[in-house]
């Protein structure tokens, strides 16, 4: 089932990413992109801000429009179109890039987000590469997950899609080891809207 979900997860993000808005606003129940941009109250205001895995742009227009300095990297050549067009009017930083190999100097941003990632974002040389390239003081947020607080039925059965697709008990713990080995200070927050409770990682990188 796993396998699978991934297979398709994968088919979304590049030969179906036209249908991406779609699937994903039926999948929150219209809250997709209100969940992605819990992050921002945890980003830095001062300084250049680098999305890892931008995805359709939303939150790179997001962030533009309340005056961040965004940059953003994808490897899906779909998803770097459709993020081209939708900020466009803001003369767009984005790149298509592997967040293995970020390719941008140490101490290029002030902070990093990635909101609903696969599970590159854990990998140890993701993390490395996220700590090279914050400047001291630096925060890398993620959306990793959210929690359904809805009792409609609708929610139930989202609940127990999810369950079957894999997300898993233990990811607090889990990103609190990654991040932690990664020397990133870990803290996790919850943010709340009208059905979800959205889980907040915000590693900070020492200033010393």
């Given at each position: 089932m796993r396998a699978w979900t991934q297979y398709l997860f994968n088919q979304l993000y590049t030969n179906f990413a036209w249908a991406y808005d779609v699937v994903a606003a039926m999948a929150s129940l219209g809250e997709w992109q209100r969940w992605g941009q819990a992050a921002l109250a945890f980003l830095p205001r001062d300084g250049r801000v680098l999305e890892i895995a931008h995805g359709p742009g939303h939150l790179q227009a997001a962030m533009c429009?309340?005056?961040?300095?965004a940059f953003g990297i994808?490897?899906?050549p779909q998803m770097s179109r459709l993020a081209h067009r939708r900020t466009l009017r803001y003369g767009p930083h984005l790149a298509r890039a592997d967040a293995l190999y970020l390719p941008f100097a140490n101490g290029a941003f002030a902070g990093a987000v990635s909101t609903f990632p696969a599970q590159f974002i854990l990998a140890p040389q993701t993390l490395a590469e996220v700590h090279r390239v914050l400047i001291p003081g630096g925060v890398f947020v993620v959306v990793p997950a959210v929690r359904l607080i809805g009792q409609d039925l609708f929610a139930g059965a989202l609940r127990l899609a999810y369950r079957l697709t894999g997300q898993r008990?233990?990811?607090d713990a889990l990103g609190e080891g990654r991040f932690e080995a990664a020397g990133l200070r870990f803290a996790r927050y919850?943010?709340?809207t009208?059905?979800?409770e959205v889980v907040v990682w915000v590693g900070s990188k020492p200033a010393g």
């Open positions: 429009q309340a005056g961040y300095r994808d490897l899906s008990a233990d990811i919850a943010v709340l009208l059905r979800a």
